[in-house]
């Protein structure tokens, strides 16, 4: 990971750092140290994985660095802001515009096809109406669903509900995209469609991605893989 000056001429500069955050749960003597001093750098344009046991502080991570959860002590710093100690408001806002999130159980709505997820999702994210069509069918043109976009979730095998999951976590154009176990319930043929997604995503459009995964194969697609154990980093 890029930590000298050196390093960062190599990779260029970080676009989301993690400096000493400490997350700590409940008090007294029940007090969890879920994170323990750690110190994350994710360069621009690349992909970080996330790994470690059950209970390693990995999704603790994650929320605190998608800005769905605060440090207890220490800095969280996105292109260059830190957002860590922000109000409510501003952190639901910078995920807004900012922050693309994807989950283990894709969270579609039955009820609603491919497309009109992904636009309702343009919709609760506060985007003007205007150019939602286009940037709902370019997000899912990104992942390869557009000749599938009619269908409703039902109709779709997991790996492609996935995909419109993450068409929907992309279209508003984040900056980030934080992905929490994405390829857990799926089987390893429709894991490696959804991570060859990401590799392109990375690729092509210049996304950075930080994701965890207990799935040893797709650690091999990452550009980097940061294990954690008891809230600490390996090093
Ligand atoms: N809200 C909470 N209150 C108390 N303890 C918590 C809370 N959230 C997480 N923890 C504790 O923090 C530690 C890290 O949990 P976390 O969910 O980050 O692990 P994980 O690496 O994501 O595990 P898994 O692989 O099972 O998803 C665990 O000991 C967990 O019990
Ligand atoms: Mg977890």
């Given at each position: 990971m890029p930590h000298t000056e050196q390093d960062r001429k190599t990779y260029g500069d970080p676009i989301l750092e993690a400096v000493g955050v400490y997350r700590r749960f409940g008090r007294g003597n029940m007090v969890v140290t879920a994170l323990d001093n750690i110190h994350l750098s994710v360069p621009a344009h690349s992909m970080v994985a996330l790994q470690g046991r059950s209970g390693s502080g990995k999704t603790t991570l994650l929320n605190i660095l998608a800005a769905l959860d605060e440090p207890t002590e220490g800095k969280v710093i996105l292109q260059g802001q830190q957002?860590?100690?922000?109000?409510e408001a501003e952190r639901s806002k910078l995920r807004r515009k900012e922050i693309g999130l994807v989950f283990q159980s894709f969270g579609l709505i039955p009820l609603m096809s491919a497309y009109e997820n992904v636009e309702f999702g343009l919709r609760i994210a506060g985007e003007s109406v205007k150019g939602n069509q286009e940037a709902a069918e370019r997000a899912l043109e990104r992942v390869g669903m557009k000749d599938r976009m009619k269908h409703r979730p039902m109709e779709l095998s997991g790996g492609e509900q996935q995909r419109v999951a993450i068409a929907r976590a992309i279209a508003h154009e984040p900056a980030i995209l934080i992905a929490d176990e994405p390829t857990a319930e799926l089987d390893s043929k429709m894991g490696l469609q959804v991570m060859r997604v990401f590799r392109d995503l990375v690729q092509d459009s210049g996304m950075t991605i930080v994701l965890t995964t207990h799935d040893p194969g797709i650690m091999e697609l990452a550009d980097y893989v940061i294990a954690l154990e008891d809230g600490k980093i390996v090093p």
């Open positions: 957002i860590s100690g922000l109000s």
